[in-house]
């Protein structure tokens, strides 16, 4: 598979990660649990698109040293196209977890744990699937087809059962974990299990990340096949794909009360995949430019917002 990653990007890319994970669970070890004001997930939110913005920078400035700048400027916009769309689809993923915090009543300052636990192995699954994904699209390019014609067929039912809230008790995994699970019905603080009475039993919160990692696992399906409509290198898929994750714990406390505020988003993200489906299955015939894309994806999630904005929801 061709990629622009060498070895030295590699290491660095993984050395970035790992301090930035480092980094984040010291400073939610030293605050403690607390709930996380809109100003403090604000702070956050943009020190984690500043990371992002800053490794696409000094990707591109290696890339310009190194080799043609026209394929430097190529790569840039297809890392800044792929981290938007990672980034507009993951906010799906937040109105999910809100209705999980909900529904087992965990309180704000026990959210944070499940939420930087769920990111690490959110980033280790997309890790191992962006590479299996890429050596099939290598070994067999027909792949792209049936990723086009999903992400096609997942943004139509995105777009039908828009406004409809799941029904939680008659969530199987869930009903399958509180069968086969010896769960105790409250919350105990921060733990995901105590023992009592010599036994092992495991907490709410636990149950919550479980649900947490399925519910990534459900989203990248949809999510992965998305970038590689933007690119099928794999470092360019795996990089904008880790650094949309890394802010998704702060980019939650932000948007976690403006879910209703943007009730119209849902109809964008659909969009957004129909039109990557599209592009997907019509790349042999026009290949769409990476700034035309770009445009797309960022016009249809900004319209969407403001929309939601002008026009309030059905009986308010």
Known sequence: MQTIGTPGLWSAFLVLVVVAVVVDLLVLRSNGPHKVSAREALKWSMAWVALAAVFNLGLWWYLAETGPRDIADHVALEFLTGYLVEKALAV????????????????AE???????????????????????????????????YIFGLFLLITGAKMLWAAGQEPDMEENPILRFLNRR??????????????????????TPLFVVLIMIGITDVIFAVDSIPAIFAITTDPFIVLTSNVFAVLGLRALYFLL??????????????????????????????YKVPIAIALAVVAATITTSMVLSVVIRPQGR
């Open 92 to 107: 799906d993923n937040i109105f999910v977890f809100l209705m999980l915090f909900s529904y087992f009543a965990v309180p």
């Open 110 to 144: 026990f959210q944070q744990r499940a939420l930087i636990l769920g990111v690490i192995g959110a980033i280790l699954l997309r890790a191992i699937m962006i590479f299996i994904g890429a050596a099939l699209i290598a070994q067999f390019h027909w792949v792209l």
């Open 181 to 202: 699970l010896p769960l105790v019905p409250n919350l105990h603080g921060e733990q995901l299990w105590i023992r009592q009475s010599g036994k092992l039993f495991f």
């Open 256 to 285: 976690a009360d403006m879910k209703d505020r943007f009730h119209l988003l849902v109809y964008g993200l659909a969009l957004v995949l129909m039109f990557i489906g599209a592009k997907m299955l019509l790349m042999d015939i």
